[in-house]
């Protein structure tokens, strides 16, 4: 085989795997942000979730982006394992789009595509039309790569050892090892199969050979998912277990079927005389034959997933209620106890929470950002296990005293609770302060430094073991001094924008952070009223 032939068949491969990158980026930069949403918010049930994985697969054209989507979700909280199954197995059908695409075989139409692409990409002035030219761009860059590599390995036709090589992969075990390995490399099972749909259309390969491949293909694919999960949260992890188990159980029975069952010629029987429409084909029955024999066992594969990874993760041990047991009774005067316990050390997780944002926005740090967020629904997640406790206690026999007692430290819970959304706002305002390069005027630092070092005081007036009535004149007369001080920095920023020292959108973050430090100081100052 000429060494010519070899650059062409790198050359060809180069520019399809380009090409399909180049769609998926720009259909999800078209279509990202609503899918997110959409994925977020579409996952009510098992079969809503399954539909919405074919969705967003099909439209961003690759199932990897949408189980590391999924993975990221689980990893914050958004849906459960149950949830997150559902829609890899919708992903698993999505990504049989491409393949399909692919076996269009319009290559000739390839740079006219392409050419298409580049204007509308290039002189479009919307950023969504732009995102589009670049997908049909990186269609057109598809094709064009996918018939460089077809001529590149029409010699291998007359190769007999490569012939040999390819019969070899009738073997199942090998030919899903190959199929592993090389989509476990390239980190895409539509890049794979477009290149052994390309080997195909020589007529080196039969479909009995890319049967196995094409399963092992499913298999390589979850390495992405496996690589998003590491560091993450257990449940992360678990639906990323859950996305191998799916692939390997799937491939599991349909090789045990292939012994009985013909699939290779059933797939023929109905498939157009063309290699690549007859393995995009096979790949398609594959996953959603997959997906509906494995829907029925779909819950105990979650259960699987969480034996495999038991224990639990530092963030649902930080959720779970560590000095309240609902399970032991006692008295009205013990269990308050225990409530006033349970609010100091949600106080304490609020405290760390509005420290940290504060510091977020003189230096902005993502994974600091992160674990604010996580915090933020620990928060959210103690305060409504400390509301409902405390409603469940008032049944129990105690005075008015005690009862009005249980009452207050429900309202200092969300008061707390309210404390921590408003510094989750100022964590908000640090991202996008960092994200558009915004910055803020010495004057303007200097007083916020100044308002959170009252704040951080009445923190630690109320953190501290100090009588009612010392608290509270602490407490008040801080939250005084905050008030002032705002007064008179909104009057000085009210200044520098109309002498135009301050940039416009900077005046924005600067105006919410304020309003985020004057109601969390107003909280504070309520919920030290409220203590005993």
Known sequence: MSINYFIGLLGGLAIFLYGMEMMSNGLELVAGDKLRV????????????????????????????????????????????????????????????????????????????????????SFANDKKKASLGKAIMGLGFLFMGMELMSQAMEPLRDYPGFVTLMTKFENPLLGVLAGTIITAIIQSSSASLGILQAIANQGVIPLRSSMYIVFGFNIGTCITSVLSSLGSSKNAKRTALAHVLFNIIGTVIFIILSVFIPIDKIVLSFSRDLPAAQIANLHTIFNVATTILLLPFSKKLAELSVRLIPGKDKELEEMSLQYINKNVNKDAHATFTDVRAEINRLLAIVNTNYRESIEILVNFDKDRYEEIFHREKTINHLNKEISAFIIDSLSLPMDEETSSNFVSYMRISRNLERVGDHSKNIADAAKVKSEENLEFTDTAYDDLKTLNDNINQIFDATLEDLSKDKRVKITKSLYQKVQKYITEFRYDHMLRMRDRTCDPESGLIYEKTLTAMERISSYLSNSAKLSI
């Open 38 to 121: 959409v994925i977020e918010k579409m996952t009510s049930n098992f079969f809503k979730a399954i539909l919405v994985g074919t969705f967003v697969t099909a439209i961003i054209q690759s199932s990897s982006a949408t189980t590391v989507m999924v993975v990221g979700f689980v990893n914050a909280g958004l849906m459960n394992i149950y949830q997150a199954i559902g829609i890899i197995m919708g992903a698993n059908i999505g990504t049989t789009i491409t393949g399909q695409l692919v076996a269009l075989n319009i290559s000739a139409m390839a740079p006219i595509i392409a050419f298409v692409g580049f204007c509308l990409h």
